[in-house]
């Protein structure tokens, strides 16, 4: 049987056409016209200013990071339910994060609860200078209320939109609502680079600083000259041709992960146990994965017996991210809140969601875990 990945690459469209025209125009590096398009592309269906192509979007953290002035010593706020990539760019910098735990609605940062810890903050006398605010799932967190406390304290928000390209917030697109906001086109994104990312932002100056230290910093003398420490994270012309293509496609490929979701959301509709990632009344999905919350104590069965079920037929599930403040590298660093978090990883499965799937794979998907629950249900009485 053919394996079902979780979010595997989907290339339906230029993205050879513009490959060859990139090898053939022997436009190969990070310089390139396809680096540019890229760039102007992104930033007229963000309807944003500016963007820096680079070669992932961990680049995009640390670069918005350094925009934003960290430096050893700092403290970032940073969602606690997210990949680790998000965090591991504040350690670059030599800061601390500081994790905020997630709402039960829509599993993104919990608004009250990062008031609550910026509150004490000022009690404690230190003032994180940084928020990387992260848009799970494909989803926008709740910015308005998030924007307002951030101006009140004076933190920089840095908008994680690398699992969101295309969603939306109240009409406007995710990966705007920060100074900076940073993209993703790793391989099992909604759009795929192989490997690239973006930063995004209206700051003209702060996106040619980020140029520039992307370049390894390198001065513009006829010799190389260097009076800062810079960073070799431009994205190639070559990668830029592919992400155009995808670019083109990014409507179709959120329509069809949509109808991926439709199909998981009625297939389990109405089981008690059973929940898919709430949709946020304030925005609008990109899809990108479905995810599903199994209740143990209702179903008798875990998660994890599900996706060992799938695996066992050569179908790809993964759990929820695991929270940052249980991860044993960053378990020295604060928490706010933790508890739900914690639960969406213990019950939550992110369950195949690629644009290449058929009716079929759904239905054998669907039919797994729905045998498994069944079974549990006989054996439990
Ligand atoms: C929320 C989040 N932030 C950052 C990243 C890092 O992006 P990249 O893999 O392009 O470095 C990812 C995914 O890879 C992600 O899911």
């Known amino acids: 049987m053919k394996r079902i990945y979780l979010s595997p690459p989907h290339l339906d469209g ?61 403290e970032v706020i940073c969602s606690d339910l997210t990949f680790a990539a998000s965090v591991n760019a504040i350690t670059y910098c030599g800061a601390s994060p500081v994790f905020i735990d997630s709402d039960r609605t829509t599993w993104n940062m919990d608004p009250l609860l990062l008031a609550e810890e910026l509150s004490e903050c000022r009690k404690r006398g230190k003032m994180p200078k940084a928020a990387i605010v992260v848009d799970l799932y494909g989803q926008c967190a709740d910015y308005a209320p998030i924007q307002e406390i951030c101006r009140e304290y004076d933190i920089t928000v840095i908008e994680d939109a690398a699992e969101a390209l295309g969603a939306d917030y109240r009409g406007r697109k995710a990966g705007t609502f920060g100074r900076f906001g940073v993209l993703s086109f790793n391989g099992n994104k909604i759009i795929t680079t ?49 992400g155009r293509a995808q670019l083109e496609n990014l409507d179709r490929k959120i329509e069809k992960r949509k109808a991926v979701n439709r199909f998981y959301r009625k297939a389990f509709a109405g089981i008690p146990g059973v929940e898919i990632l709430p949709e946020t009344p304030y925005g609008k999905s990109n899809y990108w994965l479905t995810v599903i919350l199994f209740e143990p104590k209702t179903l008798g069965c875990d998660r994890e017996g599900i996706r060992l079920a799938l695996e066992a037929e050569n179908i790809e599930a993964r759990p929820v991210w695991k929270p940052m403040h249980l991860q044993p590298v960053f378990a020295e660093w604060r928490i706010r809140g933790g508890s739900v978090s914690e639960s969406l990883f213990e019950k939550g499965l992110c369950l195949p969601s690629g644009c290449d799937l058929t009716d079929m794979d759904l239905e054998r998907i669907v039919e797994i875990v729905s045998r498994v629950i069944k079974t549990a249900r006989v054996d439990g009485g």
């Open 14 to 74: 230029n993205e050879k056409k513009y490959l060859i025209e990139a090898f053939e125009s022997n436009w190969i590096t990070t310089l390139g016209p396809h680096v540019d398009l890229f760039e102007k592309e992104i930033c007229q269906k963000l309807g944003i200013g500016h963007a820096a192509a680079l070669s992932s979007g961990t680049a995009a953290l640390h670069l918005a990071l350094l925009l934003a002035g960290i430096r050893p010593g700092d």
């Open 194 to 242: 192989s490997g690239g990312g973006m930063l995004v932002s209206d700051d003209e100056a702060a996106i040619k600083r980020a140029r520039y230290l992307a370049s390894q910093a390198r001065e513009p003398y006829p010799y190389y000259h260097h009076v800062e420490i810079g960073y070799n994270y431009r994205l190639s012309n070559i990668l830029a041709a592919i």
